[in-house]
């Protein structure tokens, strides 16, 4: 495990800003730190899973990698938003779930390759990402999900677009830990990431399909 990840896993805050602020000084890229980010976080998971760490560190963790997403986000911000819009995608976290600061990197990283981005927030009811493909006339869906028990629900999002006769209209790709190609088939969903890079490129194919 590399230093920064270390220092998130034992959750040396100092450490980690340190860390973070010497790799911004060398130009490594905010993606770059946040895959190693990641791997801190991971363990601070599994040590919570193994019942080492409780649900006090899990929150202390997550405060530290958002006050991090704030530092990272002018960076990811300033790659090149400028240009022409190449098209709309709502997110949002899936209703029962509130993790976010993996769906706000996928928002921002979105905005930053001009994406025109509707963000719902989190615990959101399969009707509300309904309403708003209806009204913004977006063609991907993301949803953000890092429990096992919303399997059911992304499934009843992907549903809800049926019900609605918007199924063919618009592509729906989920995101998150727990994702893999069987929760995709499951939840009938079009597509799955695990990391927010696959997200992008994938919104991206959509859009480009249709030029
Ligand atoms: C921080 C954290 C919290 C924080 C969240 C703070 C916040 N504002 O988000 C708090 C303390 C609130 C929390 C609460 C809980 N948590 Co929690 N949490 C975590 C932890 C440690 C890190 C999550 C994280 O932020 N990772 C960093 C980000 C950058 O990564 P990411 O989310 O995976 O996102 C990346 C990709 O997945 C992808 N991505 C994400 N979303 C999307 C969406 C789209 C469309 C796309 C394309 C891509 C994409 O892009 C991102 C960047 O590459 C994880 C451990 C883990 N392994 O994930 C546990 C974890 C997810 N939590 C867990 C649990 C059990 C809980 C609680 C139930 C604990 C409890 N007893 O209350 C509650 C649930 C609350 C709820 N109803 O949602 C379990 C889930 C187990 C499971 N598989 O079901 C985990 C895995 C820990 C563990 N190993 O036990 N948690």
Same mark, same amino acid.
């Given at each position: 495990?590399?230093?920064?990840?270390?220092?998130?896993?034992?959750?040396?805050?100092?450490? /980690?800003?340190?860390?973070?602020?010497?790799?911004?000084?060398?130009?490594?890229?905010?993606?770059?730190?946040?895959?190693?980010?990641?791997?801190?976080? /991971?363990?601070?998971?599994?040590?919570?899973?193994?019942?080492?760490?409780?649900?006090?560190?899990?929150?202390?963790?997550?405060?530290?990698?958002? %006050?991090?997403?704030?530092?990272?986000?002018?960076? &990811?911000?300033?790659?090149?938003?400028?240009?022409? &819009?190449? %098209?709309?995608?709502?997110?949002?976290?899936?209703?029962?779930?509130?993790?976010?600061?993996?769906?706000?990197?996928?928002?921002?990283?979105?905005?930053?390759?001009?994406?025109?981005?509707?963000?719902?927030?989190?615990?959101?009811?399969?009707?509300?990402?309904?309403?708003?493909?209806?009204?913004?006339?977006?063609?991907?869906?993301?949803?953000?999900?890092?429990?096992?028990?919303?399997?059911?629900?992304?499934?009843?999002?992907?549903?809800?677009?049926?019900?609605?006769?918007?199924?063919?209209?618009?592509?729906?790709?989920?995101? %998150?830990?727990?994702?893999?190609?069987?929760?995709?088939?499951?939840? %009938?969903?079009?597509?799955?990431?695990?990391?927010?890079?696959?997200?992008?490129?994938?919104?991206?194919?959509?859009?480009?399909?249709?030029?």
């Amino acid at each position: 495990m590399n230093e920064l990840a270390k220092a998130l896993r034992d959750l040396d805050e100092d450490r /980690v800003n340190e860390l973070v602020d010497e790799k911004l000084a060398q130009k490594v890229s905010p993606i770059e730190i946040i895959n190693d980010l990641n791997e801190g976080i /991971v363990a601070v998971g599994e040590l919570y899973a193994s019942g080492q760490y409780f649900l006090t560190e899990l929150m202390f963790s997550g405060e530290i990698m958002q %006050g991090l997403m704030a530092k990272l986000e002018p960076f &990811i911000a300033a790659k090149g938003a400028e240009g022409k &819009i190449i %098209g709309t995608v709502v997110i949002g976290t899936v209703s029962g779930d509130i993790h976010d600061i993996g769906k706000n990197i996928v928002v921002n990283l979105l905005r930053s390759h001009r994406f025109k981005v509707i963000d719902l927030g989190v615990d959101v009811p399969a009707e509300k990402f309904v309403e708003m493909v209806q009204t913004s006339g977006a063609k991907v869906v993301g949803l953000s999900a890092l429990l096992n028990s919303t399997y059911p629900e992304m499934k009843n999002v992907v549903e809800a677009f049926k019900e609605a006769g918007l199924r063919d209209q618009v592509k729906v790709i989920i995101g %998150g830990t727990v994702v893999s190609e069987a929760v995709r088939e499951f939840t %009938g969903a079009d597509a799955y990431a695990t990391d927010a890079v696959k997200g992008i490129e994938y919104c991206k194919s959509i859009y480009q399909a249709e030029e």
